[in-house]
Structure formats: C-alpha cells, structure tokens
C-alpha cells in the first residue's frame, strides 16, 4: 500500500517486489462470463489451439457450465457458459465477455498470513475448499471479484494441463459433480508425478459462495 501522502506519479516503477504484507506467485487462471459452450469451445479450441482440460458445473450455480482451457503454458482461462445464451461479437459490460473474477496463485505457505493482511486492510473474505485447490475470495476498490488460490498438491506448471484433464477422467470415471482432492492425486500419481501435499487450513467445502 503507498503512502497516502505520496502522488502516485511519484510512485516509483520498478520490477522490484514491494515492501508489501502479501506477494503473489503469478496469475493461476481468469474466468470470463461465456455465451454457450459450443460457439466458446469453438473459438478457444477449435481455432485457438488451447485444449479443453476439464468440463463441470459452475460450483456456485450448477445451472451453468465451467469450461476449463490450457492457455499453452499451464495457466488456465475458465469460462461460465449456459446453452440458452447467445454470442455477442460486439460485447457488452457486465454481461458476455465480461470478466467474472480475476484469480491469482499464492504461496500455500503463506495462505494463513494473506487472510491476516486481507482482514487488517479491512477487506472481507470467504475461504473455499474448492476440491482441486483453496481459494480466498475477496474484492478490490472497485468491486471485481479476486480469487488467490492455493494448490493442494504441487504440480509443475508445465504439466497442469496435463494433470488437470487427467482429473476430469477421472471425475468421469467416478460419476462425481465436479473435480475432487482424490481425482487431482489420483491424477499426480497416474501421470508418475511426486505427490506433495501442501499444508492447508480446513475450509468450507466444494459449492456455493460466489456469484
């Protein structure tokens, strides 16, 4: 946070890491309001290349789809689509190809003191226990929706692709509503990984919360 009595022209611009109470670890995924699923896979996979790694229902409104796309570099892009909404190529605010979240990966080390430092900013929290990963969910000053995630297991990001479509099959393959924690280990340990658990809180479980 700067000092209130600083300009922020004055603010320097650097690559160097803020004294800051929280740092993240990069961008994990971004999650945009689609239309429907076939004209969004269409233009995502079909001419874009990005493999669809995992398809479940949207963990807050199961009445609508979360498709999940490898980006090329293990980082995800993740749409909400229902079949009864069309495409809108010009865009509009706040509806189709509008951004529902932003979500960014913290160090699970440091998920205990990224809650602390939410609270004593004085912004409010949920914490999520979302089956394949943990999830804060906070604001910013404007309103829009942040995610910090943290990983479960450790998974090399040039193999999160890989590991997530892997736990799709085996979602499948079990009949469960979404992604669990045993489908993303049996997944780390199908694909010949070394599973490493990380330390996590307990929080709620699986659905609801966000919308």
Same mark, same amino acid.
């Given at each position: 946070?700067?000092?209130?009595?600083?300009?922020?022209?004055?603010?320097?611009?650097?690559?160097?890491?803020?004294?800051?109470?929280?740092?993240?670890?990069?961008?994990?995924?971004?999650?945009?309001?689609?239309?429907?699923?076939?004209?969004?896979?269409?233009?995502?996979?079909?001419?874009?290349?990005?493999?669809?790694?995992?398809?479940?229902?949207?963990?807050?409104?199961?009445?609508?789809?979360?498709?999940?796309?490898?980006?090329?570099?293990?980082?995800?892009?993740?749409?909400?689509?229902?079949?009864?909404?069309?495409?809108?190529?010009?865009?509009?605010?706040?509806?189709?190809?509008?951004?529902?979240?932003?979500?960014?990966?913290?160090?699970?080390?440091?998920?205990?003191?990224?809650?602390?430092?939410?609270?004593?900013?004085?912004?409010?929290?949920?914490?999520?226990?979302?089956?394949?990963?943990?999830?804060?969910?906070?604001?910013?000053?404007?309103?829009?929706?942040?995610?910090?995630?943290?990983?479960? @297991?450790?998974?090399?990001?040039?193999? %999160? =692709?890989?590991?997530?479509?892997?736990?799709? &099959?085996?979602? *499948?393959? /079990?009949?469960?509503? @979404?992604?669990?924690?045993?489908?993303? %280990? =049996?997944?780390?340990?199908?694909?010949?990984? &070394?599973?490493? *658990?990380? /330390?996590?809180?307990?929080?709620?479980?699986?659905?609801?919360?966000?919308?």
């Amino acid at each position: 946070m700067s000092d209130e009595t600083t300009p922020s022209s004055s603010v320097p611009v650097t690559p160097e890491r803020p004294d800051s109470p929280v740092h993240m670890q990069g961008t994990d995924h971004i999650t945009i309001w689609g239309s429907n699923a076939e004209d969004t896979i269409e233009f995502y996979r079909d001419l874009l290349g990005m493999p669809l790694v995992l398809r479940q229902p949207n963990l807050d409104d199961p009445s609508q789809t979360h498709l999940f796309f490898d980006t090329g570099d293990g980082r995800i892009l993740t749409f909400f689509v229902s079949d009864d909404r069309p495409s809108n190529r010009r865009g509009q605010r706040g509806g189709v190809g509008a951004v529902h979240h932003l979500c960014f990966s913290v160090d699970p080390d440091e998920y205990e003191e990224t809650m602390a430092a939410l609270e004593d900013a004085g912004h409010q929290y949920n914490v999520f226990d979302r089956g394949i990963f943990h999830s804060i969910y906070t604001s910013d000053n404007n309103g829009l929706v942040i995610e910090l995630s943290a990983d479960k @297991y450790e998974i090399p990001n040039d193999r %999160r =692709g890989e590991v997530l479509a892997k736990a799709q &099959e085996l979602r *499948e393959s /079990d009949g469960a509503e @979404y992604a669990k924690d045993e489908h993303l %280990r =049996g997944a780390i340990e199908e694909l010949g990984l &070394e599973v490493v *658990e990380n /330390d996590l809180p307990d929080a709620s479980a699986g659905v609801g919360g966000l919308e």
